[in-house]
T-cell receptor, first 112, second 115 residues
Framework: DTAVSQTPKYLVTQMGNDKSIKCEQN?????MYWYKQDSKKFLKIMFS???????INETVPNRFSPKSPDKAHLNLHINSLELGDSAVYFC???????????FGDGTRLSIL | SQQGEEDPQALSIQEGENATMNCSYK?????LQWYRQNSGRGLVHLIL???NEREKHSGRLRVTLDTSKKSSSLLITASRAADTASYFC???WGAGGTSYGKLTFGQGTILTVHP
């Protein structure tokens, strides 16, 4: 009955690989987000979708590509992983863009 | 930068004491939100205060907002060991365009409550 669920919880992979993180919310929310939290706990927005439409696209490398097949899902695909991509990635959702956000428990990505 | 600051970076108190965390920002906001993050978990929303509000309460939590000073504070009264977590303020700014719905988070305050 988890509201915002991300898979996998941990991802350890080699530099140069391509990987995906999946996110699903069962709250019926219209808006979903991806955040990156670095080792100093600084949380930065990456992307946001509203009703499957991209509304926020921060300055992130184009190796990162979000995909929203439907309102309940927002996946993140990362190509050619680099050491600096190591971080915790959080998915979140909200009923509307100015409403409080509900976060998943994060995916800890470690690049070897 | 829109980010502003939070202080203190870390706060250590005894159970039963009050904890106050502060958040400052640099540009006008639409609303300001406080979140809690337990170790290894996602953020949990605590309180949202709009730019035309000055104070909000939720249980043992009290949030104030001073738009003239561009600052907010979160007060946790009668703290418990279970309140140990990181606390973040997030500013929502912008009314469309590339700022639409964007929240800007600070680096948070790490609160430790000793039993």
């Amino acid at each position: 009955d988890t509201a915002v669920s991300q898979t996998p919880k941990y991802l350890v992979t080699q530099m140069g690989n391509d990987k995906s993180i999946k996110c699903e919310q069962n709250l019926g929310h219209d808006t979903m987000y991806w955040y990156k939290q670095d080792s100093k706990k600084f949380l930065k927005i990456m992307f946001s979708y509203n009703n499957k439409e991209l509304i926020i696209n921060e300055t992130v490398p184009n190796r990162f590509s979000p995909k929203s097949p439907d309102k309940a899902h927002l996946n993140l695909h990362i190509n050619s992983l680099e050491l600096g991509d190591s971080a915790v990635y959080f998915c979140a959702s909200s009923p509307a863009v100015n409403q409080p956000q509900h976060f998943g428990d994060g995916t800890r990505l470690s690049i070897l | 930068s829109q980010q502003g600051e939070e202080d203190p970076q870390a706060l250590s108190i005894q159970e039963g004491e009050n904890a106050t965390m502060n958040c400052s920002y640099k540009t006008s906001i639409n609303n300001l939100q406080w979140y809690r993050q337990n170790s290894g978990r996602g953020l949990v929303h605590l309180i949202l205060i709009r730019s035309n509000e000055r104070e909000k309460h939720s249980g043992r939590l009290r949030v104030t907002l001073d738009t003239s000073k561009k600052s907010s504070s979160l007060l946790i009264t009668a703290s418990r060991a279970a309140d140990t977590a990181s606390y973040f303020c997030a500013r929502r700014w912008g009314a469309g365009g590339t700022s639409y719905g964007k929240l800007t988070f600070g680096q948070g305050t790490i609160l430790t409550v000793h039993p």
